[in-house]
Protein backbone atom coordinates (compact mmCIF):
# COMPACT_ATOMS: atom_id res chain seq x y z
CA UNK A 1 0.00 0.00 0.00
CA UNK A 2 1.44 3.51 -0.33
CA UNK A 3 2.47 5.52 2.07
CA UNK A 4 1.53 9.18 1.77
CA UNK A 5 -1.43 10.69 2.52
CA UNK A 6 -3.30 13.09 -0.97
CA UNK A 7 -5.12 16.00 -1.25
CA UNK A 8 -8.67 14.10 -1.25
CA UNK A 9 -10.22 10.57 -0.36
CA UNK A 10 -12.70 8.55 -2.56
CA UNK A 11 -15.01 6.08 -0.79
CA UNK A 12 -16.89 3.14 -2.45
CA UNK A 13 -18.68 0.39 0.03
CA UNK A 14 -18.00 -3.05 -2.12
CA UNK A 15 -18.65 -6.56 -0.96
CA UNK A 16 -18.29 -6.87 2.79
CA UNK A 17 -16.04 -3.93 2.62
CA UNK A 18 -14.93 -0.55 2.25
CA UNK A 19 -12.57 0.65 0.11
CA UNK A 20 -10.73 3.89 0.26
CA UNK A 21 -8.10 5.43 -2.07
CA UNK A 22 -6.66 9.06 -1.56
CA UNK A 23 -5.54 11.20 -4.03
CA UNK A 24 -3.46 14.10 -4.99
CA UNK A 25 -5.04 15.26 -8.93
CA UNK A 26 -4.82 12.64 -11.05
CA UNK A 27 -2.64 10.63 -9.08
CA UNK A 28 -3.28 7.37 -6.61
CA UNK A 29 -1.18 8.11 -3.86
CA UNK A 30 -2.51 5.18 -1.13
CA UNK A 31 -5.22 3.09 -1.21
CA UNK A 32 -6.76 0.75 2.25
CA UNK A 33 -9.45 -1.73 2.51
CA UNK A 34 -11.59 -2.94 5.75
CA UNK A 35 -13.74 -5.48 6.52
CA UNK A 36 -17.34 -5.13 7.25
CA UNK A 37 -20.30 -7.33 9.19
CA UNK A 38 -21.83 -8.69 6.98
CA UNK A 39 -25.19 -7.84 8.79
CA UNK A 40 -23.92 -4.01 7.87
CA UNK A 41 -24.00 -4.18 4.43
CA UNK A 42 -26.26 -5.82 1.73
CA UNK A 43 -25.65 -6.24 -1.65
CA UNK A 44 -23.32 -3.27 -1.57
CA UNK A 45 -26.10 -0.78 0.10
CA UNK A 46 -25.23 0.23 3.79
CA UNK A 47 -28.06 -0.80 6.23
CA UNK A 48 -26.15 -0.07 9.50
CA UNK A 49 -24.56 3.69 8.67
CA UNK A 50 -23.84 4.19 12.38
CA UNK A 51 -21.68 1.21 12.25
CA UNK A 52 -20.11 1.30 9.06
CA UNK A 53 -19.35 4.83 9.48
CA UNK A 54 -17.38 3.64 12.89
CA UNK A 55 -15.31 1.51 11.49
CA UNK A 56 -14.69 3.47 8.67
CA UNK A 57 -13.43 6.33 10.91
CA UNK A 58 -11.01 4.31 12.73
CA UNK A 59 -9.69 3.32 9.84
CA UNK A 60 -9.45 6.69 8.69
CA UNK A 61 -7.84 7.88 12.16
CA UNK A 62 -5.24 4.99 12.41
CA UNK A 63 -3.91 6.05 8.30
CA UNK A 64 -4.51 9.61 8.82
CA UNK A 65 -6.29 9.78 5.74
CA UNK A 66 -8.24 13.03 5.12
CA UNK A 67 -11.64 13.96 6.29
CA UNK A 68 -12.52 16.59 3.58
CA UNK A 69 -12.98 16.41 -0.10
CA UNK A 70 -14.66 12.92 -0.24
CA UNK A 71 -15.78 11.27 -3.17
CA UNK A 72 -18.58 8.44 -2.85
CA UNK A 73 -19.63 6.33 -5.36
CA UNK A 74 -22.92 4.30 -4.95
CA UNK A 75 -24.24 1.08 -6.09
CA UNK A 76 -26.56 1.25 -8.48
CA UNK A 77 -29.19 -1.10 -6.56
CA UNK A 78 -32.53 -0.90 -6.49
CA UNK A 79 -31.79 2.57 -9.55
CA UNK A 80 -32.89 2.63 -12.90
CA UNK A 81 -32.78 4.78 -15.80
CA UNK A 82 -34.26 5.61 -19.46
CA UNK A 83 -34.65 7.75 -22.46
CA UNK A 84 -37.87 9.63 -22.45
CA UNK A 85 -39.17 11.08 -25.56
CA UNK A 86 -41.36 14.21 -24.78
CA UNK A 87 -42.98 17.06 -26.55
CA UNK A 88 -40.92 20.18 -26.07
CA UNK A 89 -42.64 22.16 -23.02
CA UNK A 90 -40.99 25.09 -21.25
CA UNK A 91 -38.02 24.50 -19.39
CA UNK A 92 -39.46 25.48 -15.56
CA UNK A 93 -42.23 23.00 -16.59
CA UNK A 94 -39.95 20.20 -17.76
CA UNK A 95 -38.98 18.42 -14.19
CA UNK A 96 -42.64 18.10 -13.63
CA UNK A 97 -43.46 16.01 -16.91
CA UNK A 98 -39.98 14.10 -16.45
CA UNK A 99 -41.73 13.40 -13.20
CA UNK A 100 -44.93 11.84 -14.44
CA UNK A 101 -43.73 10.30 -17.44
CA UNK A 102 -40.98 8.30 -15.14
CA UNK A 103 -43.99 7.21 -12.69
CA UNK A 104 -46.14 6.17 -15.22
CA UNK A 105 -43.71 3.98 -17.30
CA UNK A 106 -42.35 2.54 -13.95
CA UNK A 107 -45.14 2.10 -11.45
CA UNK A 108 -42.98 0.85 -8.56
CA UNK A 109 -41.09 4.33 -8.58
CA UNK A 110 -42.74 6.34 -5.17
CA UNK A 111 -42.35 9.92 -5.09
CA UNK A 112 -41.77 9.43 -1.39
CA UNK A 113 -39.01 6.23 -1.85
CA UNK A 114 -37.29 8.03 -4.73
CA UNK A 115 -34.89 10.79 -6.35
CA UNK A 116 -35.63 11.27 -9.62
CA UNK A 117 -32.94 13.27 -11.78
CA UNK A 118 -32.99 14.25 -15.70
CA UNK A 119 -30.77 15.76 -18.18
CA UNK A 120 -31.91 17.16 -21.50
CA UNK A 121 -30.02 14.81 -24.83
CA UNK A 122 -28.99 16.52 -27.90
CA UNK A 123 -32.33 18.06 -29.35
CA UNK A 124 -34.28 16.17 -32.45
CA UNK A 125 -37.26 17.66 -34.16
CA UNK A 126 -39.94 18.94 -32.79
CA UNK A 127 -39.39 16.24 -29.37
CA UNK A 128 -37.09 16.14 -26.89
CA UNK A 129 -35.05 13.39 -25.26
CA UNK A 130 -34.14 12.93 -21.53
CA UNK A 131 -32.42 10.70 -19.93
CA UNK A 132 -34.40 10.26 -16.33
CA UNK A 133 -32.64 8.46 -13.49
CA UNK A 134 -34.18 6.97 -10.40
CA UNK A 135 -32.62 6.50 -7.16
CA UNK A 136 -33.84 4.70 -3.88
CA UNK A 137 -33.70 7.89 -1.43
CA UNK A 138 -33.34 5.25 1.65
CA UNK A 139 -29.90 3.94 0.11
CA UNK A 140 -28.34 7.89 -0.41
CA UNK A 141 -29.79 8.72 2.85
CA UNK A 142 -27.81 5.82 4.45
CA UNK A 143 -24.72 6.36 2.86
CA UNK A 144 -24.97 9.98 4.28
CA UNK A 145 -25.62 9.18 7.60
CA UNK A 146 -22.22 6.56 7.35
CA UNK A 147 -20.28 9.62 6.32
CA UNK A 148 -21.00 11.60 8.59
CA UNK A 149 -21.14 8.87 11.27
CA UNK A 150 -17.59 8.56 9.66
CA UNK A 151 -16.79 12.35 10.15
CA UNK A 152 -16.39 12.65 6.43
CA UNK A 153 -17.16 16.21 4.51
CA UNK A 154 -18.36 14.90 1.32
CA UNK A 155 -17.85 16.71 -1.70
CA UNK A 156 -19.61 14.72 -4.24
CA UNK A 157 -21.74 11.34 -4.42
CA UNK A 158 -21.91 9.41 -7.90
CA UNK A 159 -23.89 5.94 -9.17
CA UNK A 160 -21.19 3.57 -9.20
CA UNK A 161 -22.13 2.50 -13.95
CA UNK A 162 -20.79 6.41 -14.18
CA UNK A 163 -17.54 5.90 -12.33
CA UNK A 164 -17.10 3.17 -13.84
CA UNK A 165 -17.96 4.22 -17.38
CA UNK A 166 -15.30 7.11 -16.69
CA UNK A 167 -12.74 4.98 -15.80
CA UNK A 168 -12.88 2.49 -18.63
CA UNK A 169 -13.50 5.74 -21.13
CA UNK A 170 -14.17 3.37 -23.89
CA UNK A 171 -16.66 4.31 -26.83
CA UNK A 172 -18.78 1.45 -26.77
CA UNK A 173 -18.11 -1.56 -24.04
CA UNK A 174 -19.63 -3.99 -21.39
CA UNK A 175 -18.39 -3.39 -18.13
CA UNK A 176 -19.18 -5.89 -15.17
CA UNK A 177 -18.24 -4.92 -11.31
CA UNK A 178 -17.75 -8.13 -10.34
CA UNK A 179 -18.01 -8.55 -5.95
CA UNK A 180 -18.94 -11.89 -4.06
CA UNK A 181 -22.34 -10.86 -2.97
CA UNK A 182 -22.87 -7.90 -5.99
CA UNK A 183 -22.64 -7.77 -9.28
CA UNK A 184 -23.33 -4.76 -11.72
CA UNK A 185 -23.51 -4.53 -15.04
CA UNK A 186 -23.07 -1.32 -17.48
CA UNK A 187 -23.80 -0.98 -21.10
CA UNK A 188 -21.62 1.73 -22.72
CA UNK A 189 -22.77 3.28 -25.92
CA UNK A 190 -20.92 6.58 -27.06
CA UNK A 191 -19.21 6.50 -24.32
CA UNK A 192 -21.94 6.81 -21.74
CA UNK A 193 -23.75 3.95 -19.91
CA UNK A 194 -26.93 3.71 -21.73
CA UNK A 195 -27.87 0.93 -19.75
CA UNK A 196 -27.01 -0.82 -16.20
CA UNK A 197 -27.99 -3.15 -14.31
CA UNK A 198 -27.52 -4.42 -10.42
CA UNK A 199 -28.03 -7.73 -8.95
CA UNK A 200 -27.52 -9.47 -5.78
CA UNK A 201 -25.84 -12.96 -5.57
CA UNK A 202 -27.87 -15.71 -4.48
CA UNK A 203 -27.15 -18.54 -2.46
CA UNK A 204 -25.57 -16.96 0.09
CA UNK A 205 -23.43 -15.51 -1.89
CA UNK A 206 -19.56 -16.13 -2.38
CA UNK A 207 -16.87 -15.69 -5.00
CA UNK A 208 -18.17 -19.05 -6.36
CA UNK A 209 -21.80 -18.18 -6.39
CA UNK A 210 -21.12 -14.96 -7.61
CA UNK A 211 -18.96 -16.23 -10.59
CA UNK A 212 -21.73 -18.81 -11.69
CA UNK A 213 -24.31 -16.03 -11.51
CA UNK A 214 -22.42 -13.53 -13.83
CA UNK A 215 -21.67 -16.03 -16.55
CA UNK A 216 -25.45 -16.74 -16.52
CA UNK A 217 -26.31 -13.39 -16.41
CA UNK A 218 -24.12 -11.26 -18.65
CA UNK A 219 -25.35 -13.63 -21.65
CA UNK A 220 -28.79 -12.60 -21.02
CA UNK A 221 -28.35 -9.10 -20.05
CA UNK A 222 -26.61 -8.94 -23.76
CA UNK A 223 -29.45 -10.06 -25.53
CA UNK A 224 -31.84 -7.80 -23.69
CA UNK A 225 -30.30 -5.07 -24.80
CA UNK A 226 -29.67 -5.95 -28.59
CA UNK A 227 -33.52 -6.82 -28.30
CA UNK A 228 -34.07 -3.44 -27.08
CA UNK A 229 -31.95 -1.79 -29.07
CA UNK A 230 -31.74 -3.11 -32.60
CA UNK A 231 -31.12 -0.09 -34.66
CA UNK A 232 -28.04 -0.14 -32.92
CA UNK A 233 -27.27 -3.15 -31.31
CA UNK A 234 -23.45 -4.04 -29.69
CA UNK A 235 -21.31 -4.90 -32.40
CA UNK A 236 -19.36 -8.53 -31.79
CA UNK A 237 -16.21 -6.58 -31.55
CA UNK A 238 -17.47 -4.64 -28.42
CA UNK A 239 -15.41 -5.78 -25.33
CA UNK A 240 -16.16 -6.79 -21.73
CA UNK A 241 -13.81 -4.99 -19.19
CA UNK A 242 -13.92 -6.75 -15.57
CA UNK A 243 -13.41 -4.54 -12.31
CA UNK A 244 -14.81 -5.68 -9.07
CA UNK A 245 -12.93 -8.68 -6.64
CA UNK A 246 -13.70 -10.81 -8.61
CA UNK A 247 -12.19 -9.08 -11.96
CA UNK A 248 -8.22 -11.36 -11.52
CA UNK A 249 -9.62 -14.77 -11.51
CA UNK A 250 -8.26 -16.08 -14.61
CA UNK A 251 -10.97 -18.90 -14.68
CA UNK A 252 -13.84 -16.01 -14.88
CA UNK A 253 -12.18 -14.28 -17.42
CA UNK A 254 -12.02 -17.41 -20.02
CA UNK A 255 -15.31 -18.37 -18.92
CA UNK A 256 -16.82 -14.80 -19.61
CA UNK A 257 -15.00 -15.15 -23.15
CA UNK A 258 -16.88 -18.35 -23.63
CA UNK A 259 -20.27 -17.20 -22.86
CA UNK A 260 -20.29 -14.21 -24.47
CA UNK A 261 -17.89 -14.95 -27.39
CA UNK A 262 -16.13 -11.56 -26.56
CA UNK A 263 -12.70 -9.93 -25.79
CA UNK A 264 -12.15 -9.33 -22.14
CA UNK A 265 -10.07 -5.93 -22.47
CA UNK A 266 -7.77 -3.84 -19.92
CA UNK A 267 -9.10 -0.25 -19.13
CA UNK A 268 -6.07 1.71 -18.74
CA UNK A 269 -7.93 5.05 -17.41
CA UNK A 270 -6.07 8.47 -17.19
CA UNK A 271 -4.72 8.33 -13.62
CA UNK A 272 -0.78 7.84 -12.18
CA UNK A 273 -0.76 4.87 -10.03
CA UNK A 274 2.15 3.32 -8.18
CA UNK A 275 2.95 0.03 -10.11
CA UNK A 276 1.55 -2.08 -7.31
CA UNK A 277 -2.06 -0.01 -7.36
CA UNK A 278 -4.79 -3.02 -7.68
CA UNK A 279 -6.84 -1.07 -10.34
CA UNK A 280 -9.79 -3.50 -10.59
CA UNK A 281 -10.13 -3.42 -7.00
CA UNK A 282 -10.71 0.09 -7.37
CA UNK A 283 -12.21 0.98 -10.55
CA UNK A 284 -15.09 3.00 -9.12
CA UNK A 285 -12.84 4.84 -7.14
CA UNK A 286 -10.32 6.16 -10.28
CA UNK A 287 -13.86 7.27 -11.68
CA UNK A 288 -14.44 9.16 -9.27
CA UNK A 289 -11.21 11.07 -8.82
CA UNK A 290 -11.24 11.88 -12.96
CA UNK A 291 -14.39 13.64 -12.58
CA UNK A 292 -13.05 15.99 -9.86
Known amino acids: MGAMNGKGLALAIEGESARMITFSGKRVVSWHEIALNPGWVKGGIVTRPEEVGKAIAKAIEENKFPRTGVLV???????????????????????QVVD?????????????????????????????????????KKNVLNLVEACHAAGLKMKA???GPFALARAVNCENGIIVHAETDSI?????????????????????????????QLLSELPRTIDYYNRGHSECP????TAVFLSGSL??????????VDVTGREVANAEPAVECPPDFPLSQYMMHVGLILNN
Open 247 to 256: ALDPELVMGV
Open 100 to 136: REVRRLAPGSQADQDYVFSQILPKKGTQVEVYALTVP
Open 234 to 237: LSDE
Open 157 to 159: MEL
Open 184 to 212: EMVIIENAFPASFRSMQIQNGGGAEAAAQ
Open 73 to 95: ALSSSGSGAQVLTLPKVKKSKMG
